[in-house]
């Protein structure tokens, strides 16, 4: 499977985007997917990941309260809709798809097993 991010761009501080995650097939074997970001000079870390089959969500602190992630199982497809965006929000922004997580690994990145190509996310202040 492949995963295509999207969404990304340039936007105020205050704005919104969302961004999308298309799977180029369904995978029954996926259990969550995840976004995460790659913020200049910082390591990658976790922003939202979702549990595929039944919804549940998981949030950084960080974003808690303005980001919201969501799926279309007829699409394949995962969204994270960003709200009243910062400047510290700029990163490029990653899906990924895991088989075999578990829910104390959902904010790893190592649990993930597909990634996407990453989707550019600048906010101005």
């Not at 969204?79 to 965006?85: R, T």
């Not at 510290?88 to 990145?109: F, M």
Request: proline fraction near 2%; hydrophobic fraction near 30%; charge should be positive.
């Amino acid at each position: 499977v492949q995963l295509q991010a999207s969404g990304g761009g340039l936007v105020q501080a205050g704005g919104s985007l969302r961004l999308s995650c298309a799977a180029s097939e369904r995978t029954f074997s996926t259990r969550y997917m995840g976004w995460f970001r790659q913020r200049p000079g910082k390591e990658r870390e976790f922003v939202s990941s979702i549990r595929w089959s039944g919804g549940h969500t998981y949030y950084a602190d960080s974003i808690t309260g303005r980001f919201t992630i969501s799926k279309d199982n007829a699409k394949n497809t995962v969204y994270l809709q960003m709200n009243s965006l910062k400047p510290e929000d700029t990163a490029v922004y990653y899906c990924a798809a895991g088989s075999r997580t578990i829910l104390s690994q959902v904010r790893e990145p190592r649990a993930y097993d597909v990634w996407g190509q990453g989707t550019q996310v600048t906010v101005s202040s």
